[in-house]
Every structure is written in structure tokens, then in C-alpha cells.
T-cell receptor, first 117, second 110 residues
């Protein structure tokens, strides 16, 4: 149980392209999903918290116009990196928490490796 | 400010050589402390949640313990397949988000 699917697993694209990443909770409903960024040999840095049906909450220093988040249903959140540049290259990971209990752990997808040329 | 510090940064063990990983934390009103395992190129895999000092949880060769200032992940007779990065994270009461430590990279050699 508690499976989170993230797609695509890797993307290589040219500078200036916009890239959309999907995060789905497959066997549970998630009111809240989270988007993280991870650099090599570093820990996860929270970018934003995504709440179903409302605007995402972004962490300090994260550009909301650059990283667009949509959480349209209880099983799907998307992150769009707009006009991506080489400095946006990173490993992006989403997580989801089951509906109802804030003490439930976050369950993570397998990440998306984004490379901008 | 909430903070999580993990030590050591990296640990190399021989198969069967038991050891412990440390997670020291400062947080105002701990709601929960979480341990995850992360394999290269993958997302973190949930292991344990600990809620209060004195609590212990076990899963196969892993045992997690919690005090008011730190948590330990004990690995008994590790196998090569236990090689991974182990991440510790805390959640403050009233908040949704997790604060992660930098992780401990564990390598178990046959």
C-alpha cells in the first residue's frame, strides 16, 4: 500500500522549454502533496506544499512563477518548471500524505531527474 | 530554528558488523520523527515513525529509538543489501512539513 507514482522518471530538454512532472497517489487519497528538490549527495529541500483545491504554499526563495503547482484532485499533483534553464537541472521528488491524519508519514515517488541543456 | 543533524556522514561496515546511526534534532514541539531509506536514483522509502521519548520500533535488522534530543537507528548484523542513504526527518506540531537531515550513507561490504 501507499504507492506514489511520479512521471516522467527523467527528462532531457533544451533551455527555455517548460517541463511538467506528474505525481500520483495510486492506492490512497492525498489531501496534501509535497514537492522537493535534491542535489547530489545532499538532502531533500522542500519547495512547496500542494493542497487539493487550493493554492500551493511555497518555501522562502522558491519562485512561484517559475515552479507552477496544480493539485486538481486527491490523487494528482503536477509541477511545471517554466522556461527551464541549466540551473534548474536537479532531481525533483514528490511525496503524498494520506487523507485525514497529519501523523501519517509522507510516501515518496521515485523522483524525476531533469537535465536542461 | 528547527534543525536536524545526522552523523556520521558516511559509514562503511563489514557484513555482520552492527552499528548505529545518529540523528540529533532541535524542534519546538515534536510531532513525529521519521526514518527513511533512500537508494541511489530513487525516492525515500518510509521505515519508521517515532512520536515520543522512550519509543522504539523494529523492522528486520533495523531498530529505531527516540530520546528528547536524538534518535538512533541501530543496524544489527547488516547485509550488503542494507547499503543505502538513511534519512532522518522531524515534523513540528501544527505544521505539515518535514525537516530533513543530510543523511548517512551506509556501505556494507561482504
Amino acid at each position: 500500500g501507499a504507492v506514489v507514482s511520479q512521471h516522467p522518471s527523467w527528462v532531457i530538454c533544451k533551455s527555455g522549454t517548460s517541463v511538467k512532472i506528474e505525481c500520483r497517489s495510486l492506492d490512497f487519497q492525498a489531501t496534501t502533496m509535497f514537492w522537493y528538490r535534491q542535489f547530489p549527495k545532499q538532502s531533500l529541500m522542500l519547495m512547496a506544499t500542494s493542497n487539493e483545491g487550493s493554492k500551493a504554499t511555497y518555501e522562502q526563495g522558491v519562485e512561484k512563477d517559475k515552479f507552477l503547482i496544480n493539485h486538481a484532485s486527491l490523487t494528482l499533483s503536477t509541477l511545471t518548471v517554466t522556461s527551464a534553464h541549466p540551473e534548474d537541472s536537479s532531481f525533483y521528488i514528490c511525496s503524498a500524505r494520506a487523507l485525514g491524519d497529519v501523523n501519517q508519514p509522507q510516501h515518496f515517488g521515485d523522483g524525476t531527474r531533469l537535465s536542461i541543456l | 530554528e528547527d534543525q536536524v543533524t545526522q552523523s556520521p556522514e558516511a559509514l562503511r561496515l563489514q557484513e555482520g558488523e552492527s552499528s548505529s546511526l545518529n540523528c540529533s534534532y532541535t524542534v519546538s514541539g515534536l510531532r513525529g520523527l521519521f526514518w527513511y531509506r533512500q537508494d541511489p536514483g530513487k525516492g525515500p522509502e518510509f521505515l519508521f515513525t517515532l512520536y515520543s521519548a522512550g519509543e522504539e520500533k523494529e523492522k528486520e535488522r533495523l531498530k529505531a529509538t527516540l530520546t528528547k534530543k536524538e534518535s538512533f537507528l541501530h543496524i544489527t548484523a547488516p547485509k550488503p543489501e542494507d547499503s543505502a542513504t538513511y534519512l532522518c526527518a522531524v515534523q513540528r506540531g501544527g505544521y505539515n512539513k518535514l525537516i530533513f537531515g543530510a543523511g548517512t550513507r551506509l556501505a556494507v561490504h561482504p
